[in-house]
């Protein structure tokens, strides 16, 4: 294999130059020299002229490669596959299918760019080959000019106007994270968080902000917007954590032993079920709470810590 390529090399450097990367000898720069000492006596148009050709010609070959390597069908840029792997919990990849169809089509646009400046470059280097550069001077030279332009404008203007955030369901995204964040919020071991939710709708005690977030976690995040960080974990889930926990302290030491397990993972659920009576204390308690000083200490995250430590 390598007998055979420096056969090829041999041929094409006692053909065409010497040095492709002087161009200043070989069949092609003297073929070039003599037609332009013929009009331009100086002796540098000749040499430019090879060298100009030399450049072109590689310049063509190693744009087809990278035309040829770049195609969609080559590189196959699964967008959604990745999107899949780094998406949290919650977040479907349908919410970017307008920003992977968008990128498809800028790999595609891309690949044709590329397959210009091959052509671009190829009626170029023809046009300065030795036969043809005395009399296509400046037809190669815009040819190269043009090809420039549509190698460089099209991919600027494209990422200077393109607004790409805006191919992205930003709205939708933030709703599937809050309504992920509450699902697993609800869930969490040693609290009864969804039981005291129940239970302060049903006694028309839900803070007005709350309303309608256990029929549908999504439909009152969109409602919610970008405060809904603010309406649930700052404002009514704060309290309920606090009196869960007074809760906990005052009553989970008169229990029996057999119920103490059972108080500690529900002590509001097992309290009145076992009180009825109790309702409107916890209802006064849950009245006189106060959300800001309650959030200081039953911030979403110190509380996680809390219970997993339980």
């Known amino acids: 294999m390598c007998?055979?390529?420096?056969?090829?090399?041999?041929?094409?450097?006692?053909?065409?130059?010497?040095?492709?990367?002087?161009?200043?000898?070989?069949?092609?720069?003297?073929?070039?020299?003599?037609?332009?000492?013929?009009?331009?006596?100086?002796?540098?148009?000749?040499?430019?002229?090879?060298?100009?050709?030399?450049?072109?010609?590689?310049?063509?070959?190693?744009?087809?490669?990278?035309?040829?390597?770049?195609?969609?069908?080559?590189?196959?840029?699964?967008?959604?596959?990745?999107?899949?792997?780094q998406l949290p919990q919650g977040v479907p990849v349908e919410r970017f299918s307008q920003l992977i169809s968008t990128l498809r089509g800028i790999d595609l646009g891309a690949w044709i760019v590329a397959l210009l400046l091959v052509l671009g470059l190829l009626i170029g280097g023809v046009l300065a080959s030795p036969n043809l550069a005395m009399m296509n001077?400046?037809?190669?030279?815009?040819?190269?000019?043009?090809?420039?332009?549509?190698?460089?404008?099209?991919?600027?203007?494209?990422?200077?106007?393109?607004?790409?955030?805006?191919?992205?369901?930003?709205?939708?995204i933030s709703a599937d994270v809050c309504a992920q964040s509450i699902k697993t919020t609800l869930a969490l071991p040693g609290s009864q968080l969804q039981y005291s939710l129940n239970f302060l709708q049903r006694n028309d005690a839900l803070e007005e902000s709350m309303s309608g977030i256990l029929d549908s976690h999504r439909d009152w995040c969109l409602f919610q917007g970008s405060d809904w960080y603010e309406s649930f974990f700052n404002q009514s889930v704060p309290c309920i954590w606090l009196v869960e926990d007074r809760c906990r302290d005052q009553l989970c030491g008169q229990v029996s032993s057999q119920q103490t397990a059972q108080c500690l993972m529900g002590c509001l659920h097992l309290t009145l079920s076992q009180n009825p009576q109790m309702k409107q204390n916890v209802l006064q308690v849950f009245e006189n709470c106060d959300a800001d000083s309650a959030s200081r200490t039953y911030s979403a995250a110190s509380h996680v810590a809390d219970l997993q430590a339980v």
């Open 3 to 85: 007998g055979v390529l420096s056969f090829f090399y041999g041929v094409l450097r006692n053909a065409l130059w010497d040095d492709a990367a002087e161009a200043t000898s070989g069949q092609f720069a003297r073929k070039l020299k003599q037609d332009a000492e013929e009009s331009f006596p100086s002796g540098v148009v000749g040499p430019y002229l090879s060298w100009r050709f030399s450049y072109l010609f590689v310049g063509t070959f190693f744009g087809i490669i990278s035309a040829t390597l770049g195609s969609p069908w080559m590189t196959q840029s699964d967008y959604q596959e990745f999107l899949t792997r």
């Open 137 to 172: 001077i400046r037809s190669s030279r815009r040819a190269v000019w043009c090809t420039w332009l549509i190698g460089f404008l099209p991919p600027f203007l494209l990422f200077l106007v393109l607004p790409l955030r805006s191919f992205v369901d930003w709205k939708g």
